[in-house]
């Protein structure tokens, strides 16, 4: 890993730890994911032993983390399988060792935020809605370098990456589990919808920060075909071909199609103008396609 990735992979851990251990924990409230499931799973025990543990408690904290790892086990094998080793190596270092690491490093006094020892509704919105948009940045950030958090999440990149759906919608549909668990555990409503309130929002900041599922389709008018039309078999692409005629000039010319990833297009709008300073590209959003297209997402796993 270079650098910058691994820049990107820190903040992104940071970035998301601040946005349970600040945000969420203190108002009671649980993350998603295998770590939501985690937390989940820590809190019953709790119960059921009646040990009076806090979420911020090092032996909380301490089942909590063995639990994530253990749930992760499996998952991180069907990564190796089924998405690629450099990917789940990076996923491996990041949901055993660096997640856990600032999950118990990083922390806040809980009565900052407490009115006289209570959470008020209005610490539990904003907590909510402040957290859920930091964890999702974070994620987002992390699964822009190549892999992710762990846990679901590598089942929802499975599932984006080979059947084109977006991570979000995925993620949230998996998660679900983390809600119906809570209203078990907590028996009220307000943090269930909490819960659900944080999933809809950590979906769409992923899907805004790196939605790798979007396309865009590339109409290039060119009198230069054939070098334009190398340039993208050597980016990994194909394209057709058609011809074409000018409406003003009347002059012939030639229409390239092909489709590539949001990520790729600044490189391809400069290797086209290399080219062909003169080429005519035209760019469309595209919102599916059917048959053989390869995800940018998969050349860095």
């Known amino acids: 890993m270079n650098k910058k990735m ?3 992979i820190l903040v992104g851990a940071i970035i998301y730890v601040i946005g349970i251990n600040i945000f969420l924990t203190p108002v009671g409230l649980f993350t998603t994911g295998l770590m939501g499931i985690s937390q989940e799973f820590a809190a019953t025990i709790n119960i059921i032993f009646n040990i009076n543990l806090t979420q911020n408690d090092s032996t909380f904290l ?5 639990t994530y790892w253990i749930m992760n086990l499996p998952i991180i094998i069907l990564g190796f399988k089924k998405i690629g080793r450099k990917f789940t190596l990076k996923t491996l270092i990041i949901s055993f060792f660096v997640i856990p690491f600032f999950i118990n490093v990083i922390s806040i006094d809980h009565s900052l935020i407490l009115d006289n020892g209570n959470v008020t509704l209005a610490a539990e919105m904003l907590s909510a809605i402040t957290g859920s948009i930091l964890i999702g ?6 699964i822009s370098s190549g892999a992710c958090i762990g846990g679901t999440d590598i089942l929802a990149i499975y599932m984006s990456v080979f059947k084109g759906k977006s991570f979000g919608s995925l993620n949230l549909a998996i998660n679900m589990i983390v809600v ?13 919808v909490m819960i659900l309130l944080t999933l809809f929002i950590q979906s769409y ?14 109409l290039i008018f060119t009198k230069k075909a054939e070098l334009v039309g190398e340039y993208i078999l050597e980016q990994g692409r194909t394209y057709n071909v058609l011809d074409s005629k000018t409406g003003f000039t009347k002059e012939n010319n030639n229409l390239i199609i092909t489709i590539v990833n949001k990520d790729e297009i600044k490189d391809f709008k400069y290797g086209i103008k290399q080219c062909d300073p003169f080429a005519f590209v035209d760019l469309i959003v595209t919102d599916s396609i059917e ?3 390869q995800n940018t997402y998969l050349r860095g796993l």
């Open 137 to 142: 940045a974070g994620m987002g950030l992390i």
């Open 62 to 66: 301490l089942i909590q983390t063995l």
């Open 205 to 218: 900041i992923v899907d805004m920060v790196y939605n790798y599922n979007s396309k865009t389709t590339l």
């Open 180 to 192: 119906v668990w809570s209203l078990l555990l907590t028996h009220d409503i307000t943090t269930g």
């Open 6 to 8: 691994i820049s990107k």
């Open 291 to 293: 048959g053989n297209f």
